[in-house]
């Protein structure tokens, strides 16, 4: 099973931006977005299981929502107010049956 993400870029400060990630299967578990800047360590921005409970890092503040479409196998995170301390290479991960599973990252970089 292999995870696609796509949507990161270029954005000024107080715009969006919408991330999508696609399985190639279905996926049971919990399905969720993690961030990593240059010198940090990778960390949860959102979670989300396939009944669509959610679980967000306190810097989201309301900011960012994610959601799934159990039926495409895809998580999406929409991202609004973006910051500049919001540039990071954005994860994917889910819950599978075969494990932990990560995506291959996308950049988003966020202009003062």
Known sequence: VQLQASGGGL???????RLSC???ASIFGAMGWYRQ???NQREL????TRGGSTNYADFV??????????????VYLQMNSLKPEDTAV?????????????????????SS
């Open 11 to 17: 954005v000024q400060a107080g715009g969006s931006l």
């Open 22 to 24: 696609a399985a190639s």
């Open 37 to 39: 800047s240059p010198g």
């Open 45 to 48: 921005v959102a979670t989300i």
């Open 61 to 74: 503040e309301g900011r960012f929502t994610i959601s799934r479409d159990n039926a495409k196998n895809t």
């Open 90 to 110: 954005y994860y994917c991960n889910a819950a599978s049956a075969y494990g932990s599973l990560w995506g291959q990252g996308t950049l988003v970089t966020v």
